[in-house]
């Protein structure tokens, strides 16, 4: 079964840090650019961060930039986002996904995977 389903979600406090997961199953990731978007609470899903196929090329949106680390693991077929200084703000429902990588702008996605809530609160 194709599925990809980020892990590693949970409460933390403000300015903690977290990681996720991405993991894939049923196909190899190695050559799929990868995207997180997130969405919030009575908001739109946002795109935050992608990584292209063999991970030579990161994009980050403004509002993560600087705080949040993309990286790939393809032996693993996983991807992580790493979560640094997190604040209320960055609360809501984690999403990775296959996506287009695409120079300089958030990647289009392709294959959703399954969420995780990330809630930062004291």
């Known amino acids: 079964q194709v599925q990809l389903v980020a892990h590693g979600g949970g409460l933390v406090q403000p300015g903690g840090s977290l990681r996720l997961s991405c993991v894939a199953s049923?196909?190899?990731?190695?050559?799929?650019?990868i995207a997180w978007f997130r969405q919030a609470p009575g908001k739109e899903r946002e795109g935050i961060s992608c990584?292209?196929?063999?991970?030579?090329?990161?994009y980050y949106v403004d509002s993560v930039k600087g705080r949040f680390t993309i990286s790939r693991d393809d032996p693993k077929n996983t991807v992580y986002l790493q979560m640094n200084h997190l604040t209320p703000e960055d609360t809501a429902v984690y999403y990775c996904?296959?996506?287009?990588?695409?120079?300089?702008?958030?990647?289009?996605?392709?294959?959703w995977g399954l969420g995780t809530q990330v809630t930062v609160s004291s």
């Open positions: 996904a296959t996506a287009q990588f695409v120079s300089g702008e958030m990647c289009p996605a392709d294959f």
């Open positions: 990584v292209s196929g063999l991970g030579g090329s990161t």
């Open positions: 049923g196909f190899a990731l190695d050559y799929y650019a």
